[in-house]
């Protein structure tokens, strides 16, 4: 199965999904997005295929979407796009593609809804708390 993360190794959300990804048994294709950057119709697909609005996709912890004025209900798509673009930074994370399907996977435990094999049980986070018990059963609230 083809699973691509854009993922940003400074996030623990996004270090726990692809080590997740990895522990289940897949080989992830990892785009590093703060270095490779995005497109505005790289944005617009990922957004919509994920059923999220771009003002839902914008990050707004530990980035200057407040200080640029990013967080305004005025603000055009358009307008953010191009901030995200711009800044990279300014896009939630980690976005998993694969299946045909794409997910902003906050919290981890996302990514186990598209994946058809989990890893090994039980199973936990980089911090961790349990992601999955001993029965191979998510744990409510990871």
């Known amino acids: 199965m083809n699973i691509v993360i854009f993922h940003n190794p400074n996030c623990g959300t996004s270090r726990n999904v692809v080590q ?71 896009v939630n994370r980690p976005f998993v593609a694969c299946k045909g399907q794409v997910r902003l996977c906050r919290p981890s435990s996302e990514v186990l809804s598209l994946l058809k094999q989990w890893p090994p049980a039980p199973y936990a986070k980089e911090d961790g708390s349990l992601l999955i018990d001993a029965d191979g059963l998510l744990v409510k609230g990871a």
């Not at 191009?82 to 930074?89: K, L, S, T």
Request: glycine residues 6%; negative net charge; hydrophobic residues 40%.
């Open 20 to 90: 997740i990804v990895k522990d289940a048994g897949y080989t992830p294709n990892v785009i590093e997005y703060l270095t490779s950057g995005w497109s505005i119709p790289q944005l617009q697909t990922l957004f919509s295929t994920a059923g999220i609005t771009t003002h839902e996709a914008l990050r707004v912890s530990k980035t200057p979407a407040e200080e640029m004025g990013l967080t305004s209900p005025d603000v055009t798509e358009q307008q953010l796009l191009e901030a995200m673009v711009a800044h990279p930074i300014l």
